[in-house]
């Protein structure tokens, strides 16, 4: 199947799009006019340019206002039509965008419609080009891909078909079925875009905020499922209006944009195996089994303060690698690798962001697969020669010049071969496993980082949340495994006042801000590690206050709570505790949590949380911000 976009749906000049479009793999574009007369070029020039990148040009858009107009309109029309058609054969393209018309002296009929475009068929003919028609969805007389189809069946022209696009269809509200109807060779053009569900007028919503297939709430699947069933073989695109996208890196807009579309090809394929989808097999989705382990880079008396840290956590020093500076911490079922060695990946990380997680492992079913997956949707491999005794675990580049190594049973044996450790941990204080990481971006990366994982792994994406931090609104989306083995929240920072966006700037782009580890019985937890020297974060006493006034706890419940600066939180499947503790180097902390049976991750007590943190920076004479 060959792939294509919009130029409109990435950001910079035409050559910059071209070359984001190219490097990320796509066969063609569709070109917007904007594009083409904003550049210098002659058509001649543009076309061959596209060429020479390796892209072709599928198709050129959009002419407006055509169909149903009275003269002397009508004969303005066909001559306007005349003059792109001259254009489009200098571009290189034989198939042209009419999308329904907004034009006030339009008249209606589907007939007339028809008509028309069997009259444009005819001139488009004569030169070998084919003309493609859309609905948009607030079309004055053709808002529905419906009557575009009646139309179309009406001209009844070889070089006049349909253009289907998901948002017209999905955005309405339309039945995408209807499309497995509709003889797949009339189907001239598809064009995909997703979009968030928000109850606003459709062509505000269309022109702002369309995202990836995957991005947003749409059934995309479904209508990507009908279009192809119905026979369609012609390019698949994307026609993305983005107001983020706009400002985006072009770079990564394409290579999310491919990545959101193979994703979406496979996802047909896996749906409905009947369907011929014509892409090389990649393997499926991978079950996340749980988070193997995170690595820090760290040195010198960061890496002093770290340890302490740990130690006071309840974790212990439990390997020594072979052959390198790295040390393995470990408690329950959580492995910490802290890495100081100068060279290597984790001596750039940390010479950008200073303390930081680096690294994360992942257990998978099978990690070669997952790398395969990944591969083919665009992501980079990566390996640095393993040193002695080192295994070598494959490992794929994530977002932001973050790594992410997989681990399957095959692994099972790494602990052991390069720290002479066992897999299991110390009891410690009780903690068991790690139950979520946290990573902070800029909001503009959110998309991004959720498409990353919800394209590789089989992930639930719960609805974003608002976050108010005192300085500013940070908004949080969370995904997680069905069974909650491995769950990851993605904070995006609108500016640098919020906590989370301090974190960004102070460590130049540190991807995991904060780590959540779980434990069976929290309140013992607390004990051990105050008793350890932990201190947590301070919470004011009118939260309790307020608790009590909104829960029904248990006087004594509430007082060990008060003791520990133990939060609470409720939903329909259960309860949850979590208690926070002091930013420990360049901004992180650790986050210690009880959960039974609940599903979030205490979003209403993190203004309460923000606020602490914040508070605590002011009395320490660290400015807030
Ligand atoms: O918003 C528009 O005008 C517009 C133009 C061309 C399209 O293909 C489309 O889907 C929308
Ligand atoms: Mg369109």
């Known amino acids: 199947m060959k792939t294509a976009i919009a130029t409109v749906s990435i950001s910079g000049t035409l050559t910059e799009k071209l070359d984001a479009i190219a490097e990320a793999g796509f066969d063609g574009i569709e070109i917007f006019e904007q594009d083409f007369v904003t550049d210098t070029g002659s058509a001649r020039d543009v076309g061959n340019r596209i060429r020479d990148k390796g892209l072709e040009v599928s198709l050129f858009q959009p002419f407006r206002d055509f169909e149903g107009l009275p003269e002397p309109y009508r004969t303005k029309a066909f001559d306007r039509a005349e003059r792109k058609f001259d254009l489009m054969q200098d571009l290189g393209t034989d198939l042209i965008l009419v999308c329904s018309s907004l034009h006030p002296r339009a008249l209606g009929g589907i007939d007339r419609a028809a008509d028309d475009l069997r009259a444009l068929g005819e ?34 022209h070889p070089n006049v078909g349909l253009i289907v696009d998901s948002f017209h269809t999905l955005g309405r509200g339309l039945d995408p079925e209807t499309i497995r109807r509709i003889p797949g060779d009339k189907i001239f053009f598809v064009q995909m875009a997703d979009a968030p569900k928000i109850d606003m007028d459709l062509l505000y919503w269309s022109r702002h905020f369309r995202n990836m297939p995957g991005e947003g709430d749409l059934p995309v699947t479904d209508f990507m499922r009908a279009v192809l ?132 492992g992942l257990t998978v079913s099978d990690a070669g697969d997952t790398v395969a997956r990944a591969a083919a949707l665009g992501a980079k491999r990566f390996s640095q020669n393993p040193a002695v005794g080192q295994l070598e675990i494959p490992a794929i580049r994530g977002l932001g010049g973050s790594l992410l190594h997989l681990l399957d049973h095959r692994h099972a044996d790494v602990w052991k071969t390069e720290f002479g450790a066992g897999t299991e941990g110390p009891e410690g204080a009780g903690l068991r496993r790690i139950d979520h990481i946290a990573q902070t971006m800029t909001y503009d990366e959110m998309l991004s980082w959720s498409l990353f994982y919800g394209s590789l792994f089989k992930m639930h994406k719960a609805p974003m949340v608002d976050v108010i931090d005192p300085d500013g609104l940070v908004r949080s989306q969370a995904l997680g495994t069905e069974d909650g083995a491995f769950r990851i929240t993605l904070n995006g920072a609108e500016t640098h006042r919020t906590l989370a966006g301090s974190f960004l700037a102070q460590s130049f782009g540190a991807p995991v801000q904060h780590l959540a580890l779980s434990s069976d019985d929290i309140f013992a937890s607390a004990a051990k590690l105050t008793a350890a020297g932990f201190e947590a974060l301070p919470i004011p ?85």
């Open 229 to 360: 069933a119905a026979g369609y073989t012609g390019p698949v695109s994307l026609e993305i209006f983005n107001d983020q996208f706009r400002g985006g890196s072009p770079r990564t807009i394409a290579r999310d944009g491919y990545r959101s579309l193979i994703t979406l090809l496979d996802d047909v394929r896996r749906a409905e195996p009947e369907i011929d989808v014509q892409l090389p097999p990649i393997p499926a989705r991978q079950d996340v089994q749980g988070t193997a382990f995170v690595e820090f880079a760290t040195r010198g008396t960061e890496a002093e303060t770290l340890k302490s840290q740990l130690t006071a956590l309840g974790f212990a020093e439990t390997g020594r690698h072979l052959a390198k500076a790295v040390t393995l911490w470990q408690q329950g079922d959580i492995r910490i690798v802290l890495n100081e060695e100068q060279g290597d990946f984790a001596g750039t990380a940390y010479n950008t962001h200073g303390t930081s997680i680096c690294d994360i």
């Open 123 to 156: 001139r488009a003919a004569a030169r070998g080009l084919r003309i493609g028609y859309e609905a948009l969805a607030w079309g004055r007389y053709v808002n529905d891909h419906r009557d575009a189809w009646e139309i179309v069946r009406r001209a009844d």
């Open 541 to 625: 006493d009118n939260y309790y206050d307020d608790l009590a006034s909104r829960f029904d706890i248990a006087p004594d419940i509430l007082a060990a709570m008060k003791r520990h600066q133990i939060l609470y939180d409720a939903d329909d499947h259960g309860t949850f505790f979590q208690m926070y503790g002091r930013p420990v180097v360049s901004g992180f902390f650790f986050e210690i949590i009880q959960r039974d049976g609940y599903r979030g991750y205490g979003a209403p007590n993190a203004p309460f949380r923000i606020a602490a943190q914040k508070r605590l920076g002011r009395t320490r004479g660290m400015p807030a911000d």
